[in-house]
């Protein structure tokens, strides 16, 4: 009985700790779109400096950005930087979507702080009875 008891709380750290990853994850690329969108115009390398991602990954993400028409590759000579390939330029479609995600965020957090304070107040509830 203690052994699965053991077992299935170790099941759910795991899953706690994928739902971390997953949501850091998720952050990382948020912060990518909200980087392009508060410059403007920008290239992968000033991406890498502000965001924890690699570099593939950071392709990958300008590549799917840049499908759904989120973004523009800008291939002229003027707007690269530091031997880029190109300049990533902002969409007014990728600023619709930030402010889409941050107001996500913001209901998510305040979702949480709610849950937080119900559960303080339920605690001292218990504790005075």
């Known amino acids: 009985m203690i052994v699965e008891e053991l077992k299935i709380k170790e099941k759910l750290k795991e899953v ?3 739902i971390f990853t997953d949501l850091k994850r998720c952050y990382r690329v948020y912060k990518v779109y909200e980087f392009i969108v ?6 992968v390398s000033m991406i890498e400096k ?3 991602l690699k570099l ?3 392709y990958r993400l300008i590549d799917k950005l840049d499908k ?3 973004i ?3 291939y002229t000579i003027e707007k ?3 031997g880029a390939r190109y300049a990533i ?3 007014l479609e990728l600023s619709i979507e930030v402010k889409k995600i941050r107001n996500l965020i913001m209901h998510f957090s305040n979702d949480v702080a709610q849950k937080r304070k119900n559960l303080i107040t339920k605690n001292r509830i218990r504790k005075e009875n």
């Open 16 to 18: 706690e700790l994928d």
């Open 38 to 43: 508060c410059i403007g115009e920008c290239v």
């Open 50 to 52: 502000i965001v924890d």
């Open 56 to 58: 593939k990954s950071i």
């Open 68 to 70: 759904r028409k989120l």
């Open 72 to 74: 523009r590759k800008d």
């Open 80 to 82: 690269r930087r530091n």
């Open 89 to 91: 330029v902002a969409t």
